[in-house]
């Protein structure tokens, strides 16, 4: 027997503990979606986990527990599992919404590396789990198991609400950004002598990173980054089309948040991008070949 | 004492240190004729360590004459101080070729003098203190199971397990599956914790002796120590252990070195072998020792942890009351023991929780094994469990 305890439904959450998740994935060792969760786990202490029959969303909600920000990535599970068997709460509603810690799912993966199967499902010992049982080659004719029970909330379905996709703001400024790896050390550096950096950009592919203190003032200037072409909804061109190229979109940032989201990244994405509203809000968006993630990072006063 | 260790017995005697400065901030040092004895021992007790280099290990082994007392010198050193020798093991591999190590009682420095190529001596001298006989009481022969599997195995299954993770749970069944899982402590939330589990079927295992099914709780750290020694060294590595709260017995061996790790583990506090568990607990000798039973808390709410009690006995001579609880072959308790003992009492009565250790495991018992007849036959590592089980003494 492969699991050591079935699904069992408690009779005070029958309604809640519905939820069926079995997936069973070898693919799952692909370097992808192990950095991705590596990322999130730096990014978040807990997130919201949402499965639906084709994509997983891991999702980090504007809570003021968060310092405002928030966080939307997206997975394609065909890429990863071999099977996926999920049964939401209600047919109409087919989803499941659970409350993880992404550093715990990170590290049961990372036992995935080698890895024969791996199998995930929703089980319930002790409290609601996320099983992750990883079948790992071994020396002698049988394999090991390595089980890992991940605790999790299942989120019901009245507050499934407050878990959608964040619209893509109406920005001034949206440019590439530089090479992530050359962006965090300098990140790192001005660190050490503020806790918020300025980061502005404008249409003509420059963007500055800046901090200021009664001390020392450090700006770091990156040019011909470029600026991703985005067509609004209705077809016509971006409003932003009528802004001067020169004129700098601003916003001053938290800069751990910033670092944090830099110093997770492990794979250098396909595109990587910004998109500044001045002043309110930065939209960080970091695309792999078959993952997105969105950060929302607001604004200090 | 002087021996010099030379070629790749070097680097194996940097990985010894290594693996004994995971375990106690005090390096003890005892040249007999089996051979060069290092030892450690953790601050709470619930971990000991030997090496026992045979002198076959050294190129050159002059164990030294005993004292006037017929006593064999023995010391202690910072281990801090004795690691920073042998702190960078590629460096030592590369250019050591022979170490020197030498004690001088009458001098007040151990010197250990390495002899590296293109001509350079390094000399380090270090300051030691006499000190007791650190001496854990334990027989493997007594416990019930036993594994021997290679290292890299035992590595491969912590591995699993985070660096943080301060206990592991061994558990063995007699159907010949044997796992490994972290241990999640009273304080921590089971709702919260992601809990891990490993499991090896016996045919991964060069030897499987298991009488019943049992689990085992020992930290972690001081037994990833062992294990990183034990990889590099190709030695299989034994396992001994019995029921919870009984020590779990960690042995490599081979003609030139024998290495011994006692662990205490955590007793159960619902299964009835806690009142076995007693048996390793010394005792003062006018027994007012407090007897650790279930319903005693005075450790505050938390009933899994006694105090250790350790003793480590020096051979003082005839004239101290005699324990009633040590059968007769270890009769003489010294001073040592009745300054411990109070000082036990008083921690037990002030015990604050927070303070560290915070997990108090059971104890192992360090006795007296010698007599002053005894002095010269020091039978090794390993020992017969010298206490009997007190329960129902005062």
Redesign the interface.
């Known amino acids: 027997m492969f699991f050591p305890t079935e699904l069992q439904t408690t009779t005070l959450q029958a309604k809640l503990f519905c939820p069926v998740l079995e997936v069973l994935g070898s693919h799952l060792l692909k370097l992808y979606p192990i950095g991705v969760i590596n990322t999130i786990a730096k990014l978040a202490k807990t997130c919201t986990l949402r499965l639906t029959v084709d994509k997983l969303y891991f999702i980090l909600t504007d809570k003021v527990a968060n310092g405002g920000v928030s966080m939307w990535c997206e997975l394609s599970q065909g890429n990863f599992f071999d099977e996926f068997q999920m049964e939401g709460v209600a047919a109409e509603h087919n989803e499941i919404y659970l409350e993880l810690?992404p550093e715990?799912l990170s590290?049961?993966l990372k036992?995935a590396q080698n890895a024969k199967m791996v199998k995930i499902k929703l089980t319930n010992?002790?409290?609601p789990c996320l099983t992750v049982a990883v079948e790992l080659p071994?020396?002698?004719?049988?394999s090991?198991?390595?089980?890992?029970?991940?605790?999790v909330g299942v989120i019901p379905r009245r507050l499934w609400n407050d878990f959608r996709e964040p619209s893509v703001p109406d920005f001034d400024v949206s440019i590439y950004l530089p090479v992530l790896k050359t962006m965090k050390s300098v990140v790192e550096r001005m660190k050490n002598l503020s806790n918020c950096i300025v980061l502005e950009a404008n249409l003509n592919g420059e963007m500055n990173l800046k901090i200021e203190t009664d001390l020392v003032s450090v700006t770091t200037h990156f040019k011909g980054l470029g600026n991703p072409p985005w067509v609004s909804e209705d077809g016509s061109q971006n409003s932003t089309q009528d802004r001067d190229p020169e004129s700098m979109a601003e916003a001053r940032i938290d800069i751990r948040k910033l670092l944090q989201l830099l110093a997770g990244q492990q794979v250098n994405p396909t595109k990587a991008l910004c998109n500044i509203v001045s002043k309110r809000i930065v939209h960080f968006i970091l695309l792999h070949e078959e993952v997105s993630l969105q950060y929302f990072i607001p604004a200090l006063a | 004492m002087r021996c010099l260790v030379t070629g790749g017995n070097v680097k194996v005697l940097g990985k010894a240190v290594h693996s004994l400065s995971r375990i106690g901030d005090e390096l003890y040092v005892e040249p007999t004729e089996d051979g060069l004895s290092l030892r450690a021992v953790n601050s709470s007790r619930s971990a000991y360590t030997c090496f026992l280099f045979a002198p076959l290990f050294f190129q050159l082994y002059e164990e030294g004459s005993p004292d006037p007392d017929g006593e064999t010198f023995r010391c202690k050193v910072l281990m801090k101080s004795f690691l920073s020798v042998f702190r960078s093991l590629p460096s030592l591999e590369k250019m050591v070729e022979k170490c020197l190590i030498s004690l001088n009682p009458r001098a007040s420095r151990l010197v250990v003098q390495l002899h590296c190529k293109y001509g350079v001596t390094k000399t380090h001298n270090l300051s030691f203190q006499e000190c007791e006989l650190l001496q854990a009481v334990f027989d493997k022969e007594l416990c019930a199971n036993m594994l021997r599997a290679p290292a890299r195995v035992l590595v491969d299954a912590v591995i699993h397990f985070p660096v943080t993770l301060a206990e592991v749970t061994l558990g063995v069944s007699p159907a010949g599956k044997v796992s490994f899982r972290n241990y999640l402590d009273e304080e921590t939330e089971p709702s919260r914790t992601m809990v891990t589990e490993l499991c090896l079927s016996e045919d991964e295992f060069q030897d499987v002796q298991v009488q019943q099914q049992s689990h085992v709780t020992f930290c972690l750290k001081e037994f990833r120590g062992l294990l990183s020694f034990a990889e590099s060294s190709n030695l299989p590595l034994n396992i001994h252990f019995d029921s919870p709260g009984r020590p779990a017995i960690f042995t490599l061996s081979d003609p030139l070195l024998e290495v011994h790790l006692v662990l205490a583990t955590l007793s159960d506090p619902n299964s009835s072998s806690q009142v076995r568990s007693t048996t390793l607990q010394a005792r003062p000798a006018n027994g007012a020792f407090p007897t650790a039973t279930p319903d005693d808390d005075f450790m505050g709410d938390d009933i899994d942890s006694y105090m250790i009690a350790m003793e480590t006995t020096c051979e003082e001579g005839p004239g101290l009351p005699s324990s009633p609880t040590f059968p007769q072959r270890c009769p003489h308790p010294g001073a040592a023991l009745e300054s411990e003992s109070s000082t036990m009492e008083s921690d037990l009565e002030g015990a604050v929780p927070g303070t560290p250790p915070q997990k108090k495991f059971r104890s192992l018992f360090f006795g007296s094994v010698l007599t002053q007849s005894q002095a010269g036959t020091h039978p090794g590592p390993s020992q017969d469990v010298l206490a009997e089980d007190s329960e129902g003494e005062s």
Do not use: E, G, M
């Open positions: 810690t715990n590290r049961a036992t010992k002790h409290c071994s020396l002698s004719s049988s090991r198991i390595v089980t890992h029970d991940i605790p």
